[in-house]
């Protein structure tokens, strides 16, 4: 009988290959959760855009809030199931976990004046939306953007009555825009503005000292800051200069005495960083910051959406009144 010799791998042979192996393989797993959450969190910051746009456009529709009347609880429910504002999109963001986390799930909420998103990431993530989104903060795992009001609404019967139902109890800032057609104006101080336009001012004291431009009325001096046309248009309302800004800059407000402000922008370069990745997709916007625009850039790379920082996103701005 022939006995063959065979030999296999001892037992410390073995634990060493997967030493070696174990030792790879931890190494390895912090990159890959990494990239993971890299793409749970440019997701769900195209998410809450995407909400809070769509919000705007839905308050600018119908002069308020998708459901407002429950201080907007279930908006995201309301805004898909109308048609045109959110469409595949349910409340749960890429966090959610039923056990671990249900607070993943997107939950709004609303004032008469602003629109906020709340979502549950983790706390070394939360801080990357409030870098990434605009109006973003970070309260440990949780992270709320807050959206205003858009500049123009058609009805504003909710927070300015206009039967004298309700006074006013503080001051009214129209933020740089013009009150028109006013019939009678009273006052019981001194009006101070750089921009007042009527057929004639009377001394309320006196009625018969008036500045009257329709008729033969002499001033001794009179100093202007800007000179306006029959048609309505001035010269402070032609177009500004263009200007090339990184994503994330506040763009002022220009002062309008005719029309409203209007700002547009344009990708002109754009990259996720310094590697160039590929990019399928660019898209310019701007948010309403109240005296300023806060203009952004976000791209779509093989990664999912992102949004370059200053150096790596540039846009054409240009701003005028319409």
């Given at each position: 009988m022939n006995i063959k010799n065979e030999k296999g791998f001892t037992l410390l042979e073995l634990l060493a290959v997967m030493t070696v192996i174990g030792i790879l393989i931890v190494q390895f797993i912090p990159n890959v959760v990494e990239d993971v959450r890299q793409n749970d969190a440019n997701v769900t910051a195209?998410?809450?855009?995407?909400?809070?746009?769509?919000?705007?456009?839905?308050?600018?529709?119908?002069?308020?809030?998708?459901?407002?009347?429950?201080?907007?609880a279930s908006a995201i429910t309301t805004m898909v199931a109308a048609a045109g504002y959110i469409d595949n999109l349910d409340d749960k963001s890429p966090w959610y976990d039923a056990t671990t986390n249900p607070a993943g799930a997107y939950t709004t909420s609303c004032t008469a004046t602003s629109f906020t998103v709340t979502v549950s990431t983790h706390a070394d993530w939360s801080g990357v939306l409030a870098n990434t989104l605009p109006v973003t903060t970070a309260l440990g795992a949780q992270s709320q953007t807050t959206y205003p009001l858009p500049s123009t609404i058609p009805a504003l019967d909710d927070?300015?009555?206009?039967?004298?139902?309700?006074?006013?109890?503080?001051?009214?800032?129209?933020?740089?825009?013009?009150i028109n057609n006013i019939n009678t104006a009273t006052t019981v101080s001194t009006v101070a503005t750089t921009d007042m336009r009527s057929p004639e001012f009377i001394d309320s004291d006196d009625v018969i000292y008036k500045v009257d431009p329709n008729?033969?009325?002499?001033?001794?001096?009179?100093?202007?800051?800007?000179?306006?046309?029959?048609?309505?248009?001035?010269?402070?309302?032609?177009?500004?200069?263009?200007s090339i800004v990184g994503s994330g800059t506040l763009i002022p407000k220009p002062t309008c005495n005719s029309g409203v402000p209007q700002v547009f922008a344009d990708p002109v370069l754009f990259s996720k960083d310094a590697t160039g990745d590929a990019i399928g997709a660019v898209q310019a916007y701007a948010v309403d910051a109240g005296a300023n625009w806060q203009v952004f850039l976000r791209i779509l790379t093989k990664d999912g959406f992102f949004f370059p920082s200053a150096t790596y996103g540039k846009l054409h701005v240009k701003v005028r009144c319409s």
């Open positions: 195209g998410e809450i855009l995407s909400i809070g746009e769509a919000a705007q456009n839905w308050v600018a529709d119908n002069g308020s809030w998708p459901d407002q009347g429950n201080t907007c927070l300015l009555p206009r039967d004298g139902s309700r006074a006013m109890t503080g001051d009214l800032d129209l933020d740089s825009n013009n008729a033969n009325t002499k001033l001794a001096a009179l100093e202007v800051d800007d000179v306006c046309l029959a048609s309505g248009k001035c010269l402070s309302d032609l177009d500004k200069p263009d």
